[in-house]
């Protein structure tokens, strides 16, 4: 069983560039999120989605973008990357009626020069 | 605000020491909490939940916690913990029914000591 599988797993960008994280997973959810982990802040909800085609903010939405156009992907977006997004970031994902259960995947960690 | 808040970033444990890590939660109505433990290099991994019933619950590994709902507070608790205990821990809350995600405390860095 694959889960939440998260693409690529590391990146190295420059201030300015753009990048898309890849978040997909087989257990048919309809809940999708992302967050971002950075030390001594615990996780903070980026963006989030409820179904196909739907999209909502989170805590922390500023300078991301994402999409969700199909029911098992949740694209998370960095249109001109800063320093301050360096993090690891962790997709993970809900079905929806186990209250909040959250299924995650194993982190992208990216670092903006 | 919904809020989830852990009293210890660094705890230093000896093996088989009890383990108690403590975890309050400031939501109105019903909640839904959860402990999630993060291995080194690994990603998150759910250790119990809590969403009604008896507020003991015990989950994986020989962890349990409490809701104690007076008291506002979920806390984690192990008698007896192992060197492979070491990890971050994550306390985490989300309102009954709510579909904008949990909740994170900013997490507990457990060290065990052999």
């Known amino acids: 069983n694959a889960g939440v599988t998260q693409t690529p797993k590391f990146r190295v960008l420059k201030t300015g560039q753009s990048m898309t994280l890849l978040c997909a997973q087989d257990?048919?959810?309809?809940?999708m999120y992302w967050y971002r982990q950075d030390p001594g802040m615990g996780l903070r909800l980026i963006h989030y989605s409820v179904g196909e085609g739907t999209t909502a903010k989170g805590e922390v939405p500023d300078g991301y973008n994402v999409s969700r156009l199909k029911k098992q992907n949740f694209l998370l977006g960095l249109e001109s990357a800063a320093p301050s997004q360096t993090s690891v970031y962790f997709c993970a994902s809900s079905s929806g009626t186990g209250a909040g259960e959250l299924f995650f995947g194993e982190g992208s960690r990216l670092t903006v020069l | 605000a919904q809020s989830v808040s852990q009293h210890n970033h660094h705890v230093i444990l000896s093996e088989a020491a009890s383990l108690e890590l403590g975890c309050n939660y400031s939501y109105g109505g019903t909640v839904n909490l959860f402990w999630y433990v993060q291995y080194p290099g690994q990603h998150l991994q759910l250790l119990l939940k809590y969403f009604s019933g008896d507020p003991l619950v015990k989950g994986i590994k020989g962890f349990e916690a409490e809701f104690i709902k007076s008291k506002f507070s979920f806390n984690l608790r192990k008698p007896s913990v192992q060197w492979s205990d070491t990890a971050e821990y994550f306390c985490?809350?989300?309102?009954?029914?709510?579909?904008?995600?949990?909740?994170f405390g900013k997490g507990t860095h457990l060290i065990i000591q052999p």
């Open positions: 985490a809350g989300i309102s009954g029914g709510g579909a904008d995600g949990l909740t």
């Open positions: 257990m048919n959810h309809e809940y």
